[in-house]
DNA sequence: TGTACCATACTTCCATACTAGCTCCCGGCT
DNA sequence: AGCCGGGAGCTAGTATGGAAGTATGGTACA
């Protein structure tokens, strides 16, 4: 792997170790820091970390739970290329669990919370470029998830975004940012107006076009991407990204 | 904790010990053979298991992620409790994730799938005990996320039933399993015919079904469970259960 | 009798040492 | 020249030891 990028980092020694070690190796990942196909060792990182391997390892276990790492064991640890089915997996759980959310904000649509989340967006139009735009949106998501109780749910969709992160990241100058802010506006208008079926179609279609150009990326940087072998694997997904569902409820 | 669960517990030396003695520990715990608040220590498995610390550490680390251990620093290792907000948390993620599964496979209903189905369903009729048809509803459920192309999905699934599980464990003779059998029935017919919103409505339903008969099991089995405050914490899940959502789509 | 304090035992967390297994390269053979 | 075998140098997996911190039980004191 490029030796640069692991160079002296450094660490809080005060706190635990392993989750400093995830976060660190996390992060690098999605910024392709750490490219797909990049071998990294456990003693690599623990030198560079300057800790023992023990907590290194047990973050690339997480990281590996999460997919961004493939340990194959007295053989090596390497970064994984982004892996399209996962990731139009991760979009499909993603959606179905974020539209039942915005159906349970919709339902008992709460002022204060239509508030707090036209205020966000208010400062996502502020935001200067995307990557400012991209943690605003994930706090947006994180709103709606907090608002309507389901906190849990949140944590398992962290993990599912980091494959769609690293996507993300890459496609970070060509997004649209304009038309991702219009799309949660309409989500909140649609919670605020107690619109059930309406909310749940406008965070769907929001869902589907954070991944618009995922064939575009892919075809940009190919060798970061796992080719799904053309026709066979994910017949299913093409009629979901449609007109799928109970978008018309 | 009961010295008489884990005495002499023996695993192949020649597969990878830490997903071994996971297994182990998780079927324990889902089973209340290892009850919530049980003290239990890495050195305490190590020796019941006859190997070094360092696996059981990792096996209680994927534990603790899915909630059915907690590790706190310099302390100990303790079995949770049920948590009751996170079964119902559990439950919300499921009937979203595969709510828009039996969607996919209403949309275009291939007979070969609907066919085997049909045949599950006559087996878990057939099946004598709760304990038989909970494995066989387990293999219906997995067979729809397969056939949605969602294998992903059931992975994930299978994380979140822990919780889930550990309520069933403790109200297997109770459930009408001929009633689940029925739902599954449904839900199966509405893919056939092709309806949509049938088959969204009957698998919720199934879903919601499963644990009906939570409270009557936090009731008998108070011990078990982390109890609620009553009223304040879970303030969306009650409408939600009522009639939530989309199932008229 | 009740309370504050301290020694001790036990916990997890991290570091270090050792084991087993795969890869790859290099030398010898065909 | 091409192929096969063996060993060196990696890798991760496991074992063990030490450090830091917490609960606990006993003891001295008010």
Chains 1, 2 share one sequence.
């Not at 996390?26 to 456990?42: K, Q």
């Amino acid at each position: 792997m490029k030796a640069e990028t692991i160079a002296a980092w450094t660490l809080d020694p005060g706190g635990a170790i392993v989750p400093q070690v995830y976060a660190l190796l996390r992060e690098a990942i999605i910024r392709a820091e750490l490219a797909p196909g990049d071998r990294i060792s456990e003693s690599e990182i623990a030198q560079a970390c300057r800790v023992s391997r023990q907590p290194v390892r047990e973050a690339f276990i997480r990281l590996a739970g999460e997919g961004l790492l493939v340990v194959r064991p007295q053989r090596g640890t390497v970064v994984t290329r982004i892996d399209y089915a996962a990731v139009l997996d991760a979009r499909f759980l993603r959606e179905a669990i974020e539209a039942d959310i915005v159906k349970i904000l919709a339902e008992a649509a709460d002022e204060v919370v239509v508030a707090d989340l036209r205020r966000q967006i208010e400062a996502q139009r502020a935001a200067g470029d995307a990557r400012a735009f991209t943690r605003l949106d994930e706090g947006f998501h994180r709103t709606l998830a907090d608002a309507a109780g389901k906190r849990g749910a949140w944590k398992l969709i962290e993990g599912l975004k980091s494959q769609m992160d690293r996507v993300r990241f890459l496609s970070l100058d060509r997004f649209r940012v304009e038309k991702l802010i219009e799309q949660h506006s309409a989500v909140v208008e649609r919670i605020a107006a107690g619109d059930i079926g309406g909310a749940n179609a406008a965070i769907r279609l929001h869902l589907r076009a954070i991944l618009a150009d995922l064939p575009e990326i892919e075809a940009a940087y190919p060798q970061h991407f796992d080719r799904p072998e053309r026709g066979l694997p994910h017949p299913v997904n093409a009629p979901l990204a449609l007109g799928s569902g109970d978008v018309g409820a």
